[in-house]
């Protein structure tokens, strides 16, 4: 059963928020998917913890730092934090492994895979705001079951095991043979 708080973390994200997001981080999206040597270049910089390399590799894409807010590393995965109005204040996009599951790992081909498989709905998200409103209506009503149906309506695979909402945002949960490791796709934001 949600409370009160979540139900009101929830309700911070805005369309103008999730779409400015998701923009910034479609150039990186799309190089993860197709240049296998960068992919792999940012896992080593994501199990190393060496965030001047993932800096370095945000700056190929375009992402520079006046774009974003911070960018943080934890062996397992990578969050990119930007700006947000109040009372969002920072609002992220993060790829990582179940945290409590393993340490210093990170799988380029299993990034790769879901880097294909999102992209679609980012990319319908930045471009379509009837579509936009209607996921960020979702996650701001808590309502779980209409935003799993947006995101299977556009990621049609199998790997995609779970759509959950929490703090005022998305986590898509992916499951690929290549990895013993549960993956999630995020956005989230709130007070820090």
């Given at each position: 059963?949600k409370?009160?708080?979540?139900?009101?973390?929830n309700?911070?994200?805005t369309v103008?928020?999730?779409?400015?997001t998701?923009?910034?981080?479609?150039?990186?999206?799309?190089?993860i998917?197709?240049?296998?040597?960068?992919?792999?270049a940012?896992?080593r910089?994501?199990?190393?913890?060496d965030?001047d390399?993932?800096?370095?590799?945000l700056r190929?894409?375009?992402?520079?730092?006046?774009r974003?807010?911070?960018?943080?590393t934890n062996?397992?995965?990578?969050?990119?934090?930007?700006?947000?109005?109040k009372?969002i204040?920072?609002y992220?996009n993060?790829t990582?492994?179940?945290?409590?599951?393993?340490?210093?790992?990170?799988?380029?081909?299993?990034?790769?895979?879901i880097?294909k498989?999102?992209?679609?709905?980012y990319r319908?998200?930045?471009?379509?705001?009837?579509?936009a409103?209607?996921?960020?209506?979702?996650?701001?009503?808590?309502n779980?079951?209409?935003?799993?149906?947006?995101?299977r309506?556009?990621?049609?695979i199998?790997?995609?095991?779970?759509?959950?909402?929490?703090?005022s945002?998305?986590?898509l949960g992916?499951?690929?043979?290549?990895s013993p490791?549960?993956f999630?796709?995020?956005?989230?934001?709130?007070?820090?």
């Amino acid at each position: 059963m949600k409370t009160n708080d979540e139900k009101e973390t929830n309700r911070l994200v805005t369309v103008p928020v999730l779409r400015k997001t998701l923009a910034a981080m479609i150039p990186f999206y799309r190089r993860i998917a197709s240049d296998p040597a960068y992919a792999a270049a940012w896992t080593r910089g994501v199990r190393r913890a060496d965030l001047d390399t993932l800096l370095r590799l945000l700056r190929q894409v375009g992402l520079s730092e006046r774009r974003y807010a911070s960018l943080s590393t934890n062996g397992i995965g990578y969050f990119v934090d930007f700006d947000a109005p109040k009372p969002i204040v920072l609002y992220s996009n993060a790829t990582t492994v179940r945290p409590g599951t393993t340490q210093f790992y990170f799988n380029t081909k299993v990034h790769r895979a879901i880097a294909k498989a999102i992209l679609p709905f980012y990319r319908e998200i930045v471009v379509n705001r009837p579509f936009a409103c209607i996921v960020v209506r979702a996650i701001r009503s808590g309502n779980r079951a209409l935003l799993d149906r947006l995101v299977r309506s556009i990621v049609k695979i199998p790997h995609l095991r779970s759509v959950s909402i929490e703090s005022s945002g998305f986590r898509l949960g992916f499951k690929y043979a290549a990895s013993p490791f549960r993956f999630d796709n995020l956005t989230f934001g709130g007070e820090p």
